[in-house]
Structures are given as C-alpha cells and as structure tokens.
C-alpha cells in the first residue's frame, strides 16, 4: 500500500490529508485526538488530493453541503457501519449517539457508537462533529469541543451570519 500526505489550510487550522493507494484514507486536524503519528502518513504529494481540496474549498464557502469522494475507512465492521451512518446526516442537521445506535439496531450501543466515533479517521468530511449527547450538549470530538463547535454554527449559520 502507498500512502501520501498534504497538508491544506481551513478556517479550522491545518488539515493533514492522508491518500492510501490514492484514495482518502485520513483527514485529521491538529492536536486530533487519536490522530496516527506523522511517519505513517507517507510520502508529501499533493497528487491524490486535488479534488479533496477542490471540494473542502467549495464546503468552507458555502458552496458544498456534500461530499462526494471515494474513501478508504479503515476500521472493525462496527466502526465502519457507524463511519457509513455519519455520511447520511444532513448538512445542518445533528443526530444523537442513542439515535445512531438504534438506527443500527442496537439501542444500549451509544458507548459503543461514541467510541467509533471519536476513531472516525475522515473527520470534517465524514461528518462525526454532527453527534451530539441525549441531552444536546457537545460531548466528545476529536478535534476539540471548540472545533466541534464552530463547525456546527458554520453549518446552521446563513452566510450573513458566517465569520469567514
């Protein structure tokens, strides 16, 4: 397997891209919760990422609330099928750590789905900041509460309203 990295400005800090075989496999933000260690992110290209960064650029602009790319997550069958739920939130939208479990059949599983959360490996893309606690309140993000945050008044926030 051939991995390359790039790193790309946001609004949020850098943002470490990770291509395995070409094709995303990590996006992780600085100071990432269980971000892997820089050596086994592979060689600097930006090759594989021209459209990642295509359509991060279009999102961070208002102009993207999709992404469609080809990812590699690799994880345990239940960390994927959690990864696979994250990608059908809405944009703007927020879904609970119980309501994923029991969309995935399993209503005392919110511990678990929290876990496979939190090792998303494609955040921001794979939109794991839009899991909240039962009660709404922030709990748990990789990239920091503040992070998580921000993202989620960028998503609800009309353009009027955006700091960026």
């Not at 459209?51 to 590699?72: G, K, N």
């Not at 345990?76 to 939130?89: D, E």
């Amino acid at each position: 397997m051939t991995r390359q990295h790039t790193v790309v400005d946001s609004p949020y800090g850098p943002l470490t891209l990770v291509a395995s075989d070409g094709v995303l496999s990590g996006l992780y933000m600085t100071d990432q919760r269980h971000r892997p260690a820089e050596e086994t992110f592979g060689a600097p290209s930006p090759a594989p990422f021209t459209e990642t960064i295509r359509q991060l650029e279009a999102y961070f602009a208002r102009e993207l609330t999709e992404f469609d790319l080809p990812l590699q997550l690799d994880g345990t069958p239940f960390q994927r099928g959690v990864w696979q739920r994250l990608l059908a939130i809405p944009y703007g939208e927020t879904r609970t750590y119980g309501e994923l479990a029991q969309e995935l059949g399993n209503a005392n599983a919110s511990r678990a789905v929290g876990l496979a959360n939190g090792k998303n490996p494609v955040g921001i893309i794979v939109p794991c900041h839009r899991v909240i606690g039962s009660t709404g309140n922030l709990t748990g993000y990789g990239g920091g509460l503040g992070r998580k945050q921000q993202l989620l008044d960028f998503e609800s926030s009309t353009p009027e309203d955006a700091l960026f």
